[in-house]
């Protein structure tokens, strides 16, 4: 495809993801927004092979893309949105990948240029959990854009392999508060009781094991986004501990009730 493709964030999402796009566009320009990642590491031979192109500015990834994916963590994309609103024009689309979509969606919607296209989007997939086997899904939601380069965006994504589901931010977050929010918290709840190899293991331990491995590789901060952002995940953390209650006193109840019986 000719289209010309810049990804801002180079963090474990960024990185992994770019490379995705690179292999399915003609190149892709990178810049890392973090100061604490180095484009040193994407200056390399293998880079250069998956044709992505590291750049120095941030004015540089941009001033030529087509489309500019925004792979920053949420607490990082207004600053970002700020600093791109005098650099993006009419014929670009910006296109955030957060995995809460009401509030991005809300501070692309006030960025302070109203020629640019926009786009929200989550691909429900990352570095642990993707798997080129298994078609993987993204949502997505036209914030501003007309239903020409929208449907081409979309088409486009469908032809690298991955299932559009569309679906507007509100929604969105709702779902991800019961799936995506309640996985990542019960993978780091169960970080917390440092679970070991058993050797009777059965195959459901075996699973929360991974399920650990799975969700505690982002950092604290990027799980925190994940509910601070969500104005959903609250009820999911009250419906959740409520359950935890309500089982651990049926749990109770019964010994009682046998310690009882006993006597």
């Given at each position: 495809?000719?289209?010309?493709v ?16 690179s292999?399915?566009?003609?190149s892709?320009?990178?810049?890392c ?10 200056k390399?031979?293998k ?6 192109i590291?750049?120095d ?8 893309a087509?489309w ?5 963590p ?13 650099m993006?024009h009419?014929s670009?689309?910006?296109?955030d990948t957060?995995s809460?979509?009401?509030q991005?969606?809300?501070?692309m919607s006030?960025i ?5 296209s ?6 429900l997939?990352g570095?642990?959990?993707y798997?080129?086997?298994i078609?993987?899904?993204?949502v ?6 007309d ?6 965006f979309?088409c486009f ?5 991955l299932t559009v589901?569309p679906?507007?931010?509100?929604t969105h977050d709702k779902?991800?508060a019961?799936?995506?929010g ?9 970080s ?6 058993s050797?009777v293991g059965?195959?459901?331990y ?5 399920l650990?491995?799975?969700?505690c590789?982002d950092t604290e ?8 952002y969500?104005i959903?995940s609250?009820?999911m ?13 049926n749990?109770k ?11």
């Open positions: 495809m000719q289209k010309k810049s990804v801002i964030g180079m963090g474990r999402f960024g990185n992994f993801f770019s490379r995705v796009l292999k399915s566009v003609k892709v320009t990178v810049y927004f973090d100061a604490n990642n180095s484009l040193d590491s994407l390399s031979k880079n250069k092979e998956e044709q992505r590291p750049c500015t941030l004015a540089q990834c941009v001033d030529k087509d500019i994916f925004l792979c920053v949420i607490r990082c994309l207004r600053f970002l949105l700020t600093d791109l609103s005098s993006v009419e670009q689309v910006l296109i957060c809460v979509k009401e991005p969606a809300q501070w006030k302070d240029n109203n020629t640019v926009l786009v929200a989007t989550h691909p997939f570095p642990d959990s798997d080129a086997t078609t993987p899904y993204i997505t939601h036209p914030l501003r854009i239903p020409a380069p929208y449907k081409e979309t994504l469908d032809s690298i392999g589901v679906l507007d931010p509100s779902h991800i019961m799936t995506q309640l996985t990542h918290f019960i993978g780091r709840a169960l917390q009781l440092a679970l070991q190899d050797p059965t195959v459901g075996q699973r929360l094991c991974e650990i491995t799975q969700t590789n901060e990027l799980f925190l986004d994940m509910y601070k969500n959903h609250v009820y953390l009250d419906k959740l501990c409520k359950t935890f209650d309500l089982q651990r006193e749990i109840s019964a010994i009682h009730d046998s310690e009882t019986h006993d006597t």
